[in-house]
């Protein structure tokens, strides 16, 4: 099957830097990538859905200056969080498809801790 | 609009007996749903999906899932636990518009030996 994987895995920060977080289709081309968040003992929630080539869509409550995405290439999307705060900190996962009616397949997820 | 209502927080089972996990959707459209397993600290594998085909879904690891339209529902069954099963699971459906996934609130399936 379609397998996606994540970099890294988990990450701890100081407060006020910026984490890079990369999800690649290691197998098929994703035309588009999405990125969810998940706080502990809660469900995913969508944070933005990102074309290769376009400018992401965000969710509505989600700061797009904070948590910057780019989907340059058809298998890689970055999500950066800037300026991390204690309340970034979160499981963070992305999904990949590579057409409207096929399956979204997910990444492993990351782990972020702000200090 | 949609959204999707997992009915239980948690659920516990014996090892070799029936698994019940329920769900309710709401949608405007045709829904495709979907059921997806996490383990601790895990992404998501998809268990099996829905899409307008036959109503009742064989998936993976023994599950499966009947939709019924009438009732709005798309229950998970498993006929025996194993103790592999123990994850939380989550039932999901799509925005048929923009095919992002609305997540249910998650089931938390423990399997007592």
């Known amino acids: 099957g379609a397998v996606v994987s994540q970099h890294p895995s988990r990450v701890i920060c100081k407060s006020g830097t910026s984490v890079k977080i990369e999800c690649r289709s290691l197998?098929?081309?994703?035309?588009?990538m999405f990125w969810y968040r998940q706080f502990p003992k809660q469900s995913l929630m969508l944070m933005a859905t990102s074309n290769e080539g376009s400018k992401a869509t965000y969710e509505q409550g989600v700061e797009k200056d904070k948590f910057l995405i780019n989907h340059a290439s058809l298998t890689l999307s970055t999500l950066t969080v800037t300026s991390a705060h204690p309340e970034d900190s979160s499981f963070y996962i992305c999904?990949?498809?590579?057409?409207?009616?096929?399956?979204?397949?997910f990444g492993p997820g990351t782990r972020l801790l702000v200090l | 609009a949609q959204s999707v209502t997992q009915l239980d927080s948690h659920v516990s089972v014996s090892e070799g007996t029936p698994v019940l996990l329920r769900c309710n959707y709401s949608?405007?459209?045709?829904?495709?749903l979907f059921w997806y397993v996490q383990h601790p600290n895990k992404g998501l594998q998809l268990l099996l999906k829905?899409?307008?085909?036959?109503?009742l879904v064989k998936g993976i690891n023994g599950f499966e899932a009947e939709f019924k339209k009438s009732e709005t529902s798309f229950h998970l069954t498993k006929p025996s636990a194993h103790m592999s099963d123990a994850a939380e699971y989550f039932c999901?459906?799509?925005?048929?518009?923009?095919?992002?996934?609305?997540f249910g609130s998650g089931t938390r399936l423990q399997v007592q030996p």
């Open positions: 999901v459906v799509t925005d048929t518009g923009r095919r992002a996934l609305t």
């Open positions: 197998d098929f081309q994703a035309t588009t």
């Open positions: 999904s990949a498809r590579n057409s409207p009616k096929e399956t979204q397949y």
């Open positions: 829905y899409t307008s085909a036959a109503t």
């Open positions: 949608s405007s459209y045709s829904p495709s």
